[in-house]
């Protein structure tokens, strides 16, 4: 990884556990070292996850959590604004680091879970409209499209 790279995650980990600190002292909530190593293995992971991953990942580091005390700080950190948690289909539940991200929609490929993310100006134009429609400020959306992948075309099979 180039060092420039580097550097920056280092200083966005920075900037997100000031963020966290920030808003535990405003709630009057302890600074346990397991908020922190699970802030910081949200944000060194560049795609969705649940809380199974998320487990996975701290243990194979030899960091006990328990999925309870997971649970627990994922609902806190989105409370913080840190991360996002989305509902893709009827299991289980998914969460994204979102302090840094732009806004963005998905699209879930319903016959393998793949989530691919996109972002398309036009729905942000269509957001501004009807927040002049109804006088309204929307603070947040979400978009999902579900779908299946469809078989590439055979070079020979063209449209005409």
Not at 18 to 44: C, N, S, W
Not at 88 to 100: R, V
């Given at each position: 990884?180039?060092?420039?790279?580097?550097?920056?995650?280092?200083?966005n980990?920075?900037i997100?556990?000031?963020?966290?600190?920030?808003?535990?002292?405003?709630?009057?909530?302890?600074?346990?070292?397991?908020?922190?190593?699970?802030l910081?293995e949200?944000?060194?992971?560049d795609?969705?996850?649940?809380?199974d991953?998320?487990?996975?990942?701290?243990?194979?580091?030899?960091?006990?959590?328990?999925?309870?005390?997971?649970y627990?700080?994922?609902?806190?950190?989105?409370?913080a604004?840190?991360?996002?948690?989305?509902?893709?289909?009827?299991?289980?539940?998914?969460?994204?680091?979102s302090?840094f991200?732009r806004?963005?929609d998905?699209?879930?490929?319903t016959?393998?879970?793949?989530?691919l993310?996109f972002?398309?100006?036009r729905?942000?134009?269509?957001?501004k409209t009807?927040?002049?429609?109804?006088?309204?400020?929307?603070?947040?959306?979400?978009?999902?499209f579900?779908?299946?992948?469809?078989?590439?075309?055979?070079?020979?099979?063209?449209i005409?």
């Amino acid at each position: 990884m180039h060092t420039s790279l580097v550097l920056e995650k280092e200083k966005n980990l920075k900037i997100v556990r000031q963020v966290l600190t920030a808003y535990l002292d405003e709630k009057g909530q302890r600074k346990t070292p397991e908020r922190y190593a699970i802030l910081e293995e949200i944000y060194a992971t560049d795609h969705h996850f649940n809380v199974d991953d998320l487990h996975f990942k701290m243990r194979s580091k030899n960091f006990r959590v328990s999925r309870a005390t997971i649970y627990n700080n994922l609902d806190l950190l989105i409370d913080a604004k840190l991360i996002r948690k989305h509902q893709f289909d009827k299991g289980m539940a998914h969460y994204e680091k979102s302090y840094f991200d732009r806004q963005h929609d998905h699209v879930i490929l319903t016959k393998t879970g793949e989530v691919l993310e996109f972002c398309d100006p036009r729905i942000q134009h269509i957001k501004k409209t009807i927040e002049e429609v109804f006088d309204i400020n929307i603070e947040s959306h979400s978009l999902y499209f579900y779908g299946t992948r469809q078989r590439k075309m055979d070079v020979d099979k063209k449209i005409t």
